[in-house]
């Protein structure tokens, strides 16, 4: 009996901390993304290309669910009573229902499981696709932060926070003609 409670703890720890599918990292845990669209539809109406454009976005264009998973998910959504769309300017728009906000008010800790795991392999994504000149300026500025804590001296703080701005403009496109990116907002 021991032998195999053994082998089950050591199969527990091998098991990979990224999900897996044929080898190859999943981005999405299974059943997030079915969360992650209903929660989604309950901020606000959407149309199905703007679901798949809104995920895509989270993941900087790393993962986009094909309309061949998203459709159907949202006619299982409509097939629940969770969500009703109707035709607005040429576009089925999905409304959540009162029957979805209470499926996501039952699931709301799971929804926001599936929103931290979300946000997490996004930046896991964005973190391993930075340029190694990116990666060793950043890891050197977070270096700095933590030997300088609570030593800043009289403008020092404004002027880095400055130098910080302009890089963000300059990765924004206020800078010059460069695409204005989608950019995640941390789950609650």
Do not use: C
Request: charged share 25%; net charge positive.
């Amino acid at each position: 009996m021991a032998r195999t409670s053994t082998a089950k703890a050591r199969k527990e720890d091998d098991a990979p901390a990224v999900p897996r599918r044929n080898g190859q990292p999943r981005v999405l845990s299974r059943g997030d993304l079915r969360l992650l669209v209903l929660a989604l539809i309950g901020e606000q109406p959407r149309h199905g290309y703007e679901l798949i454009q809104h995920i895509s976005g989270l993941f900087m264009q790393a993962y986009t669910p094909s309309a061949g998973t998203m459709y159907p998910l949202l006619a299982s959504f409509e097939q629940a009573g969770w969500v009703a769309s109707a035709e607005e300017d040429g576009r089925r728009v999905f409304r959540i229902t009162a029957a979805g906000e209470f499926e996501l008010k039952v699931q709301r800790t799971q929804v926001r499981l599936a929103q931290r795991r979300a946000f997490d392999r996004a930046r896991e994504i964005t973190k391993a696709s930075l340029l190694p000149p990116l990666a060793t300026a950043l890891r050197e500025f977070k270096q700095a932060l933590v030997r300088h804590h609570g030593r800043w001296s009289e403008g020092e703080a404004e002027a880095v926070a400055e130098q910080l701005s302009r890089a963000s403009a300059l990765l924004n496109g206020a800078l010059g003609n460069g695409p204005t990116p989608v950019t995640p907002t941390e789950p609650d």
